[in-house]
């Protein structure tokens, strides 16, 4: 028998920005992401972009699809954890998957919270019973449903999910929702025009990789 203080650790990524591992404690399943565990110089940016995320779990609670935030101390985050699969693996074919994703955008979008890295397939879980889920808050906008900004970069989440419906379930797109693939945000394209490139750049140079995690395609 375990004791409930015992823990069962799975680490699950580990890069500049610190762990994510997967703990089980007396029986509960939760995951963890350990600033600590971060490279020094990115350890300022990795405790701003957890806290962010404990700022938008936080507005999230009680939303479906989204993990419950359990604790954050400024350095150690934890978030309940959710059966299924990142979405590369769980590969949803299913229409009603972009449905339920629709309209847990919303909820999200409502509350006043937009994902921002939604292009990501591993930030999208395929859950058990077949439902969407989102993590990863990193790099949300959690201020508020407050101007044009907010609802450019709420579009954008939107049509990164109709990017990963438009690979899954093509054929399920509806006329709008390929009118909206077909109008990127003008700031989507000045992104791609100039800014993506540079950070391409910087993101080799620094940190050595751009490759989604090792896993997962981004659509962009
Ligand atoms: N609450 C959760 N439930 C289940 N799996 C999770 C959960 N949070 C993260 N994961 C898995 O761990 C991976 C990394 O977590 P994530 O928050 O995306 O970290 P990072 O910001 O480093 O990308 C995710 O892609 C997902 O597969
Ligand atoms: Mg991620």
Redesign the pocket.
Known sequence: MHDATTENVTL??A?E?GR?E?VERGGQLL?R?DIAAARWWARAFARRAAAREARALGRLEGIDGV?RLLAWNGRVLE??????E?MQVGRPLDPAYYREALRLLARLHRRGIVHNDLAKE??W?VREDGSP?L??F?IAWTRGRRGNLFRLLAREDLRHLLKHKRTYAPDRLSARQRAILAAPAPHSRLWRATGKRLYKLIARRIFGYWDN?GQGRIRR
């Not at 978030?79 to 299924?84: L, Q």
């Open positions: 699950l990524k890069d920005l994510i997967r995951i992401r993990p978030r309940s954890y959710m059966a299924g990142p591993p930030n879980l889920g993590v990863d990193q995690e």
